[in-house]
């Protein structure tokens, strides 16, 4: 059940550029695992479908290195330092909760039409990378679903080309964040290799869907529900820890 709900994150989140660490987090909750002590494993995870994400959106040509790198030259070593943060449990449960919330709210919405591109400042986008790269190095995750609706809300990119954007900047936060979470507490003793191969499968078949076809805010929707319910799960567990 495990390996099937992570080929389904993968797949899912694939589509629309992102690594899948919160809902791998999320498959881990439902399924009984503490996610405070898998933030690694989910990370490695998370690399492998982000990588592939960014090859696919990458060779139909959406990455914009210009947009890319002032969001990501200051979340690299943000994300490291976030990493190396050891939080309570509690707490660490329901800033997850909260996460996932966000994540299941930004899913179950629309992409806004496209208007075209705005410029976006570097000094903002330097502050930007920044703080999401500290909260991603904290929760374990890349960053990719805090950066993804704030690109399109405030008019930086288009759908296509935020989701390489984030692919990348997914990627290079989870290894630091990776680097960091191994330097604090090491990694959980998870069997990673059935779920990488589960995760790996996932992340290419759906990152290709993604990036060639249009039509995948029915399967965002269904991710939506199962973030929403571990959410809720990680939440009560929090507050009553």
């Not at 999320?26 to 982000?50: E, H, T, W, Y």
């Not at 692919?167 to 090491?186: D, E, M, R």
């Not at 990036?211 to 319910?229: D, K, M, S």
Request: glycine share 12%; aromatic share 12%; hydrophobic share 60%.
């Amino acid at each position: 059940m495990l390996h099937a709900l992570i080929f389904a994150v993968a797949f899912l989140y694939g589509s629309v550029g992102h690594g899948g660490a919160s809902g791998y987090l999320a498959a881990l909750s439902l399924m009984g695992f503490v996610p405070a002590d898998f933030k690694a494993s989910a990370l490695i995870l998370n690399l492998l479908v982000a990588a592939l994400s960014f090859f696919n959106f990458w060779k139909e040509g959406y990455f914009d290195w210009e947009l890319f790198w002032p969001f990501a030259v200051l979340s690299i070593p943000a994300a490291f330092a976030g990493g190396l943060i050891s939080i309570p449990a509690r707490v660490y449960g329901i800033l997850l909760a909260v996460t996932l919330a966000f994540a299941a709210t930004r899913l179950a919405l629309p992409d806004a039409k496209d208007a075209g591109a705005r410029p976006v400042s570097k000094p903002a986008a330097l502050l930007t990378g920044g703080a999401l790269g500290v909260l991603s190095g904290m929760v374990g995750v890349g960053g990719g679903i805090f950066l993804s609706p704030l690109m399109i809300l405030m008019g930086w990119a288009d759908a296509k080309k935020t989701a390489a954007i984030s692919a990348a900047f997914i990627w290079v936060n989870s290894a630091a964040g990776l680097f960091g979470s191994i330097k604090q507490a090491g990694i959980g003793p998870l069997a990673l290799w059935p779920l990488a191969l589960a995760a790996g499968a996932g992340g290419l078949l759906g990152s290709r869907v993604g990036a060639r076809y249009i039509g995948v805010l029915a399967l965002r929707r269904v991710l939506a529900v199962v973030l929403a319910i571990a959410a809720y799960k990680l939440f009560i567990v929090g507050l009553r820890a």
